[in-house]
């Protein structure tokens, strides 16, 4: 009795749990997601960086440190 009063407590644990989860539809999709404002970088290697849109940057070498390459329009 006990063994079938735990099972059933579990299977409704379960089917509880399960029931409240958020799952993404298959249907949604990140066409019109605009970027961030974003300020930093990552140096992955000398003359390269990554910032926090995943964007490569080319960094120069300035005073003994690695900058942003600034270029004027």
Known sequence: MKRVLITTLGLAGTLLLMAGADFKSSGSSEIGVS???????????????????????????????????????
Do not use: F, P, S
């Open 35 to 73: 970027k961030k404002h974003c300020i930093g970088y990552i140096i992955i290697e000398a003359g390269k960086g990554v910032d926090c849109n995943g964007d490569t940057l080319k960094l120069v070498k300035k005073g003994g440190y690695y900058g942003r390459e600034i270029t004027a329009n």
